[in-house]
């Protein structure tokens, strides 16, 4: 997978003040399996994921991704486009009023127009693969939070997308269900998927990631492969940065 | 349902004891006119029946108006908007009886409108479709924007949007308050009775009317408004406690 990214701008209005986020972003990376993305809380890690989502719309600049455009104008191909990644949200977001296999099914049947017992079939064989069947029939408010995690995902890969986009997806989590979802992350490697994640989680990070991207302020400071970023990372910031993130 | 039963014996208690209260009152200084009021039961049912229909195609009508009214209070088109807005502001802002006054002696003349029913039903849905609408905004507008994103990224359509993940929840929240004012739906259509549509209030004046007897004929009155009412706002407490469950 190849993303670039060339002059990228994009403003805030916060409390009516407008911050400037990307002043003039510009990169490129290739990787197969899985990109990282790490940086402080505020480095526009999370933004950079949504914008290429097409959640967000840069005010200037161009996205590319495996060699095509992303038309931020045209919500018709947004659309189009959006239906071909998968995306996991920091909280679950699942739907509160279907239950987990519902919120599975619900993409294939109404997007994909799927039949009924076709998207089921699919829907209970990626819930058992995630290990999460089990819940099928509860509502996400009886599920714990790496259950529900677990459902976002199944819901995200259900219609086999091209690749992966997972915003810090054990932030809400306690430690235990954090590795339990990670673990499940690395397997998901296998998939032969590109998985694109904004994560705090540096051991994760370290050994499941092939590249990094290491933000901060709307800056790239660091890109690479994942162990030399680790073992000798030039910028002084990222070596900060590091140091205390693996102090304890 | 012990609490249920409870409730619904102490309302009963109540009620009865004023009408205790009342019988007693009435036969020390004179005798009770019970016997020729009713006589006219059967204006009373008419009457009856009629506020309950008067309330159901009000009902109706109103959560269509009042859809309409919340699409055009969310459109994209901001003359679309204002326009809502000013009716609603205009609806919420007049009493009632002025609304039925101006909509029929003036406006539904004015377009040679003289079914008193068809008139009437429709100035009270466009009254209650204001309030209901404005439940409806505020139901949509607390939806987390995470569950609108969540719909936009896994490809639904601005439709489905709608129809399968906003409004399911917003109809399951605002259930309690829909229930209640449909309660507040078959009081405020006794008002019609102004304009001369002979539902129950009309039928109590009716009977008072030609029997002289004041409470005998309101005492029905208010024993059949809550027949209608007292069901409705347990049920809007049942599915209020089912929603904090």
């Known amino acids: ?248 | 349902m012990s609490i249920f039963a409870h409730r619904l014996l102490s309302i009963v208690i109540l009620l009865f004891s004023f009408l205790c209260f009342f019988l007693l009152a009435g036969s020390l200084h004179e005798a009770s006119q019970w016997e020729t009021v009713w006589r006219y039961r059967a204006v009373f049912w008419q009457g009856w029946v009629e506020t309950v229909m008067i309330a159901m195609v009000a009902l109706v009508l109103s959560s269509l108006i009042g859809s309409l009214i919340v699409t055009a209070r969310r459109s994209s088109f901001s003359w679309l908007r204002s326009i809502a807005l000013g009716l609603v502001e205009v609806i919420r802002g007049t009493p009632l009886l002025t609304q039925i006054l101006f909509l029929f002696y003036i406006a539904a003349h004015g377009i040679g409108l003289n079914n008193r029913f068809l008139a009437g039903v429709f100035i009270l849905s466009l009254f209650s479709s204001a309030y209901i609408a404005e439940m409806i905004r505020g139901g949509i507008e607390a939806i987390p924007l995470s569950q609108w994103e969540s719909a936009k990224i896994l490809g639904l359509t601005r439709f489905q949007t709608y129809r399968y993940v906003i409004l399911p929840q917003v109809l399951r929240q605002l259930s309690p308050a829909l229930t209640g004012q449909l309660a507040s739906l078959i009081k405020d259509s006794s008002l019609l009775s102004i304009i001369g549509i002979r539902e129950f209030t009309m039928a109590a004046q009716q009977v008072n009317a030609a029997t002289y007897c004041t409470l005998e004929s309101y005492f029905p009155l208010a024993c059949g408004y809550l027949l209608l009412t007292l069901p409705l706002s347990m049920g809007s407490r049942y599915l209020e406690k089912r929603n904090s469950a």
């Not at chain 1, 939070?145 to 306690?174: K, N």
Request: with cysteine.
């Open chain 1, 1 to 248: 997978m190849k993303i670039s990214v060339s002059h990228l701008k994009k403003n805030f209005t916060l409390e009516h003040q407008q911050t400037e986020l990307f002043q003039d972003l510009s990169f490129s990376v290739e990787f197969d399996h899985v990109l990282a993305l790490i940086g402080p809380s505020g480095s526009g890690k999370t933004t950079l994921l949504r914008l290429l989502a097409g959640l967000e719309r840069p005010d200037e600049g161009i996205i590319t991704i495996n060699e095509e455009r992303l038309q931020f104008h045209s919500p018709k191909w947004l659309k189009q486009y959006q239906k071909k990644l998968g995306f996991v949200f920091q909280q679950q977001n699942l739907f509160p009023h279907y239950t987990a296999l519902e919120n599975v099914m619900l993409p294939l049947t109404l997007v994909h127009h799927e039949k009924s017992a076709t998207a089921q079939e699919k829907a209970i064989a990626i819930m058992e693969r995630l290990k999460i069947f089990q819940h099928a029939a509860k509502k996400p408010h009886q599920l714990s939070g790496g259950e529900a995690q677990r459902v976002a995902i199944a819901r995200a890969l259900v219609t086999e997308p091209q690749f992966l986009l997972l915003d810090e997806p054990t932030a809400s989590l306690d430690p235990e269900m954090k590795v339990e979802i990670l673990d499940l992350i690395a397997a998901l490697k296998t998939m032969a998927r590109p998985i694109i994640v904004v994560t705090h989680e540096m051991g994760f990070a370290r050994t499941c990631a092939e590249r990094l991207l290491f933000l901060e302020q709307g800056v790239i400071l660091e890109q690479g492969e994942t162990t030399p970023f680790f073992d000798h990372p030039q910028h002084p910031r990222v070596k900060k940065f590091l140091s205390h993130v693996f102090a304890y």
